[in-house]
C-alpha cells in the first residue's frame, strides 16, 4: 500500500512569518492529495487539496504544491495567525475514478504559532 | 443540523467486550469510512464503504467489522476488545462522482480499553 511521510513533526514559528511542511510519497499511481487541520479535540478538516494533474493550487493564505516527478508535495501558509495553531495532516490516495478508495495520512505536524 | 455524527463519545470497555461505535450521516454520502487515531501514529483506516452494501478493508482492519445496510449509517463493531484498540475512532464520509474528495470527519469517540 501507500505510504505517506510527512515532516517535521513539530514546527514553532513566529506571528506573520511563514510555514512549510513537507509530505513524500511511495505509490506512483497516487493522484489526489488532500490537507487536514485538526484543532485540539476535534476532528480533522480539509483545508485543501489537489490532483495530480495540478502542481500548485492556492486558496488566500494556503497553498499547495505538488512535483508528482519527486512524489513530494507541500502545505505553505503565508501571514501565520495564532489561530493556525493546529495539527496539519497530509494525505494521498489513487482515486478509483470518482471515489476516494484507501486514504493514507502522514503522522502530523504540530504547528505553534507564537504571539 | 447535517453532518457526521458519531455515538458515544466516552466509551471504556474491559478486555473481551464487544462494543459497536455508531455513525450516521445525513448527507447522502456514498463513502463513508472509520479511522483510529493514536499519539504519533496520524490517521489509519479501518474500514470504508462506497455505498449501500459494499465495503472494504483498510490498513488495519484486524479486530473490527462493519456493515453497510444503509448510506446513512455505518456501524463500527469491535467483537473482542483489547488494550491494543484503545484509540480515538473517527467516522468520516463523503460524495463520490464529480464532488468527491472532501471528507467530513466526525467528532470522534474515545475508547478506552482495560
Known amino acids: 500500500g501507500e505510504n505517506v511521510e510527512q515532516h517535521p513533526s513539530t514546527l514553532s514559528v513566529q506571528e506573520g512569518d511563514s510555514a512549510v511542511i513537507k509530505c513524500t510519497y511511495s505509490d506512483s499511481a497516487s493522484n489526489y492529495f488532500p490537507w487536514y487541520k485538526q484543532e485540539l479535540g476535534k476532528g480533522p478538516q480539509l483545508i485543501i487539496d489537489?490532483?495530480?494533474?495540478?502542481g500548485e493550487k492556492k486558496d488566500q493564505r494556503i497553498a499547495v504544491t505538488l512535483n508528482k516527478t519527486a512524489k513530494h508535495f507541500s502545505l505553505h501558509i503565508t501571514e501565520t495567525q495564532p489561530e493556525d495553531s493546529a495539527v496539519y495532516f497530509c494525505a494521498a490516495t489513487q482515486a478509483r475514478g470518482s471515489t476516494l478508495g484507501r486514504l493514507y495520512f502522514g503522522r502530523g505536524t504540530q504547528l505553534t504559532v507564537w504571539p | 443540523n447535517a453532518g457526521v455524527t458519531q455515538t458515544p463519545k466516552f466509551q471504556v470497555l474491559k478486555t473481551g467486550q464487544s462494543m459497536t461505535l455508531q455513525c450516521a450521516q445525513d448527507?447522502?454520502?456514498?463513502?463513508m469510512s472509520w479511522y483510529r487515531q493514536d499519539p504519533g501514529m496520524g490517521l489509519r483506516l479501518i474500514h470504508y464503504s462506497v455505498g449501500a452494501g459494499i465495503t472494504d478493508q483498510g490498513e488495519v482492519p484486524n479486530g473490527y467489522n462493519v456493515s453497510r445496510s444503509t448510506t446513512e449509517d455505518f456501524p463500527l463493531r469491535l467483537l473482542s476488545a483489547a488494550p491494543s484498540q484503545t484509540s480515538v475512532y473517527f467516522c468520516?464520509?463523503?460524495?463520490?462522482?464529480?464532488?468527491?474528495?472532501?471528507?467530513?470527519f466526525g467528532s470522534g469517540t474515545q475508547l478506552s480499553v482495560l
Open positions: 489537489i490532483r495530480s494533474n495540478v
Open positions: 448527507m447522502n454520502h456514498e463513502y
Open positions: 468520516a464520509s463523503s460524495y463520490t462522482g464529480a464532488r468527491f474528495g472532501k471528507l467530513l
